[in-house]
């Protein structure tokens, strides 16, 4: 039966055209990472002028620029490569995005950046999109390089195309910027990392401890800076940041420490903060909201749902703050009919508590903007996960659901709610100067190292004590004067009844 099998795989061999033995042949040395048969495999196809297209091409350059990591392979490899290319260019065949950036690794495995960026840069003649993998080659190449406008001049490009950059090209600017001395291009980039990275990876963060222990860094910051802009660009912004630059003068002091679950640094005292999406940002988020439920709604309700209208007639309430409860007309409808509820949903109603969305539109959309337009806490345990929320990007919304969404459950019949997390995990930068850079890892948030950065030459405890004030201002204006309630399927009314009074 073996030799029967083998007869049929020679026979099959026998029949396979020149061009696709070399097609599989080729895939079998990409598979095993053969360069060097490889090479001998294109040679021979050359030889025998078989006709190439751009999966080979691009085979033969994802060799080439996987070998480069390899010493012994990396001169044959570039050299090789540039071959391929430039068959490839003579014969007429258009590159695409994968060949673009093969090439551009080869070119600056020899470290000619220039013409790794050059590459890039003529792409759109192919009707090509760049990917950030595209940029990096010439990005890190310039880094490596210490050419400081090539680098920049990289990042700008990347901006106009809408490639946004992640945490080993921010790291490898941040460390550029460092070892040239460029105070404010450090700033610019701790504070993208604080954007766009959650946690810093612990090379990133030996970067980070490098600028700060360095000379050029206990030269820089203000210390006449006025206090009052400070705060009130870090309420602003949503707590957590001014953006305002280097504050203090000296040396600072980097330790590496943990935090308690309050938020307060086990270093340095100063306490963390629940870091929220800006005024501006919120303000957009808003607008956005009322855009897609305005244009995606099957009737025109959307239009007449007035918030400020339902906030001011609790504002007029005596004895506290009522939260908003918005659920879809038809559970309204089904409660009032269930004896057993409506007592607590005709209180709702006359105390201007409940808001019911009208029949045929989707709630979601309102109890999101409720939420969002008046800066609100929202009681839902809904993970919000499906197309609706797919629209609003991913970025911006996780950042806002979690500083403001509560989830709630039931323990032997008592309501337990589960509040936002007292502080972000996120970079943090006071408006005393102090900085705080949490390290990735696989430890519990009580266990995750973080950098303290402070600055002895100000007053620590004014400084705990200042931030305080300022921590407890923007939490009141984060925690917001008013809740809103999103019930999925009357669910807490229907839980309250089913719980027998003895597992109270």
Known sequence: MDSTGSAKA????????????????????????????????????VSEKLKFNQQHFNTLLYLCSTAISDPSLKESAVSFGFR??????????????ATVTAVARLAAAKR???????????IGKYKVTPRLRTYDPALICFCENLEVDKAYEVEQHMNSAGVE??????????????????????YEYLHKLRRFVK?????TAKIIEGWFCSEKASDIGESTMDIGLIREAILSNGGGWHGK????????????????????????????VGVDISCAETENFAQSLAALAIEREAQPNFISFQVEAVVKELCKMSG???????????RTRASLDNSSHRKVVEEWIDKGVLYSTPIGSNDDWYWLYAAVKLKCL??????????IFELLGNDLFLRWKEKHQIRYTFVKGQLRLEMPPPYSVVIQESETGSWHVPIAANDSELERTWLCVTRPGVSAASDVAVNGETCESIEAQGSCASMSVKLLDSSVARKRKERPSSTS
Not at 36 to 45: D, G, Q, R, V, Y
Not at 85 to 97: K, M, W
Not at 112 to 122: H, I, N, P, Q, R
Not at 250 to 272: F, H, I, P
Request: proline content about 3%; charged content about 25%.
């Open 10 to 45: 020679r026979k099959k061999s026998k029949n396979q055209s020149p061009e696709v033995k070399f097609q599989l042949d080729l895939t079998d040395c990409s598979r095993r990472k053969d360069l060097l048969s490889a090479i001998t495999l294109c040679e021979t196809a």
């Open 320 to 330: 506290g703050k009522w939260p908003l409860v918005l659920w879809h007309n038809k």
């Open 378 to 387: 929202l009681v839902t345990n809904d993970e919000m996960r499906d197309h």
């Open 245 to 272: 630059g280097w504050i203090g003068k000296g040396n600072w002091v980097v330790k590496r420490t943990n935090v308690y679950s309050s938020g307060k640094c086990c270093c340095c005292a100063q306490q963390l």
């Open 165 to 186: 950059l992640e945490e080993p090209q921010i790291s490898a600017l941040l460390k550029l910027s460092s070892d040239t001395g460029k105070e404010d291009k450090v």
């Open 199 to 203: 946690c810093v990876s612990e090379s």
């Open 84 to 97: 391929v290319y430039n068959l490839l260019q003579s014969i007429g065949v258009i590159p695409n995005e």
């Open 112 to 122: 000619d950046g220039d013409s790794a960026f050059e590459l890039v840069k003529t």
